[in-house]
Every structure is written in C-alpha cells, then in structure tokens.
C-alpha cells in the first residue's frame, strides 16, 4: 500500500486510525505535535508491533515547512490535526485559528503543490450548531456557536476551496461524537467514568458534577469513525463531498450518565456545577446525524447503532478505563477545561 501520512496521530482518533491503517499494512508516517519530551501522546501506548511498523514526524501543523517535509512522498493525507475542546475555545480563541484554519490551509496548499493522490480532513458535528431539522444531513445549515467551532467552519471551506478551485483531491469528514477508550476527560463520557470510579468506593449514590444534561448528541464509537476515514480515503465518489459519520440514534447527556452508571454497577447523582456549563448561546441543545450519504457512498454503516450499540460502546469503554494504567493521567477531581 502507498505511504500515508496522519496528522494529530497522538490523539484520541488519530492513534485508532493509526492502529488500523498499520493493520490493514499501511506504510504509516504519523504526525504528532512536537514536543520536548519527545512523547508520541497515546501512540506510545500502542502494541509494540504498531510501534515498530510507523515512521514517527514530530512538528507543528501551523508550520508550512513542516507540512510539506511530512507529506513529501505520501499518497493519501488523513488530517486530524486540531484544537478541539470547546470551553477553551472562549479563553484562546487564537489558537484554534491559527491551528484549525492555518494549519488546514497548510495541509491542502502542499497537497496541491506535491500532488497527494487524496486529503481526507476532519470535520465536526459542532458546525451544524443545535439542530434545525432531525437528523441532521450534509445540506443542514452551518450555525456554528463556539469559537472552536467557527474554525472548523473555516478549515471545511478553505480544503472545499482547493477542491473547488484546484482539483485538490479533499473529502470532508464530518464525525459526530466519537467516544471510546483514551478520549480526553474533557469529553462528557470520560467525564463520568472516571468521576464514577474515583468515587465507586464512597457511600451510594455517587455524586458526579456536570454541565446541562438536557442536550442530546448522537455517540459514535471510535471503530466506526476509524472505519469512516479509511472508506472515505478509498471513494473516488467521495471527492468534494462532505459526508457524516454518526450513528441516527440521539440520547441526552443525563440518560447517557444514567446507562454509563447501570453498566458500572453504581447508584447515580447528578450535581449541576456552573463552571462546567456552555453560554445560554453557545451551547448545542440537539445532535441527531443522518448517516445515509455515508451509507451510498462509501458503504459505511456503524457496528455499533441504537441503543444497544452503544451500551456495547460504552461497555468496551468503561472496561478500558477500569484499568488503573488506563486512567492514571486523568483527573478526575478537577475540571478539564
């Protein structure tokens, strides 16, 4: 198979990917953020094996000079490179610009000079902003409510421009809320399991803090997001399109914390904290993916849909952080901003 570079590959989705591109027998260059500890972020926990079988490029996707010196003899560029927590987004704005727009605009400006056979960059749900009309398709308005979000904006139009105008080779992901092991605790799912396994030992119920737990999201598992990018790297169809990947199945985040608990085998109290909730205006109230493009297109449907696919989501995940190893770096005693 020709060489292909991830970028963000130290992350949450991107260390999946790898692990899946490497078992497919990808020739695997994996981007991760420079830093001076030489840390690869989760790859290092990755299978000796998938260690073993990548090329590791440690720079900056804000740099041009580093993005052309990665992507130089690679065929397909899976871009997942970003700033993505939304309540940080209100304190450094700048950031996720010069991150999520410039640094897109790196990717598919060396695409078009280096001719990449394909560019598959990374969207997000946020974009839609609270649903308009369920669920959610490609041609949904775009109403994005958090800084974080108005950059995903940007990067989508900047690689569709390139599209548009050069022929670069882009498809748009655009995933719904991917959950599964090593995601950020900034992330509502980790967020309750690990709280719920700091406090298992405490007197029932246990009480977790939490931000509005009346919005809905539609949950993907990580496998079927990894799965989303490789078909849509392979899907000459695909080229210029901006397709969903989610499951068509909403649930609020309080009944989420409810599932989360019955399959942890704890009693649940909810505590509404304050610094933990969205702006009136900025907070997303609905999220509900309609999948069907990624169905005609690309042939992709998730294993794990409706209800009980994501208990078996969620089953897998808790399972990964009951792990002491596993959840060691998080805190959950504090707020992840």
Known sequence: MPKVLVTGAGGFIGSHLVEQLVAQGADVRAFVEYNSFGSWGWLEQSPEHVRKNIEIFSGDVRDSHAVRQAMQGCHTVYHLAAVIGIPYSYLAPESYVDT???GTLNIVQAATDLGIGRVV???TSEVYGTAQRVPIDEMHPLHPQSPYAATKV????????????????????RPFNTYGPRQSARAVIPTVIAQLAA??????PCRIKLGATHPTRDFTFVGDTVDGFIAAAGCDAALGRVINIGTNFEIAIGDTAALIADIMGVELDIETAGERLR????EVERLWCDNS????LLGWTPSHSGREGFRRGLHTTVDWFARRENRAGYKAEIYNV
């Open 154 to 173: 940007g990067a989508d139009q900047i690689a569709l421009s390139y599209y548009r105008s050069f022929g670069t080779p882009v498809t748009v992901l």
């Open 279 to 282: 702006p009136d205006a900025s």
């Open 100 to 102: 999520n727009i410039t």
């Open 121 to 123: 960059h990374t969207s």
């Open 293 to 296: 493009l990624a169905a005609e």
């Open 199 to 204: 406090h298992s030992d405490a007197r029932p």
